[in-house]
């Protein structure tokens, strides 16, 4: 795929990219700014659009703690200050985000629920145009269009194994935004109480025995979804080669490509089409 159409229908009251397209890059390439909250780190950077690839090196400074969204958003406005960013600005969060409000809240502070996130980064960022997305979506936009994902046709799946397990689902580039597969009953249990990475270190897990739950997963997802392609993500991707091939799944997993620069990336290009979820 060349481009990352993003659905009309997807988007409620879409955000108009600011200024020229080619200054302010627009869909098809130039320069945007994304930022990724996370639980430890708030990482941001300048993307190019037409490779994916940062502008020069990543800054990042450390989450607050509480991670309170008055704190966080300090935090955002710091790393986009460090660049002297002064355009539209695409963030990550830890997150279910509807309507502009976030629902839920995973390793920061449980007062973020119910918090109108484009006013609050609007106001902390001199009213810049902001695009504020789930964190495993934004990823999964960068994997799709950059990454393991470039090329594919049809559903792409991204599922990051950590703490839980994240997810975002792509259809010929197109998002299906707070997805929450992590969540999904698989037997009696939630799939990442049973295969997330967390619980293969929490018992001690051989791979072999790890990737049998994990294909239980994956054969789940696969009768629900019918993907192309699963693309794992997470710390535990780093370590591809010890457990994918274990594997008993039907449908092809591959890793992650974009690895710590893929929250960053599918951030910027969220804000460069005026993506609101």
Known sequence: MTDVPVSDARIPDPVSPIGDPAESGGPTGGLAFGVDVGGSGIKGGIVDLATGALVGERFKVLTPHPATPEAVAAGVAEVVAHFGWAGPVGITLPGVITEGTMRTAANIDKAWIGTDVYELFSRHLSGASVSVLNDADAAGLAEDRYGAGKGVDGVVMLLTFGTGIGSAILNNGNLVPNTELGHLIVGK??????????????????????????????????????????????????KSDKWIPLLTNTVPVVPAVLLNTAGIVGAAMAVDVGLRT
């Open 189 to 238: 249990k939630e799939a990442e109480h049973i295969a997330s990475s967390k619980v293969k270190d929490d018992k001690e897990w051989s791979y072999e025995k790890w990737t049998e739950k994990v294909s239980e997963v994956l054969e789940t997802y696969e009768a629900l979804f019918w993907p192309r392609l699963f693309i794992a993500g997470g710390g535990i991707s780093r």
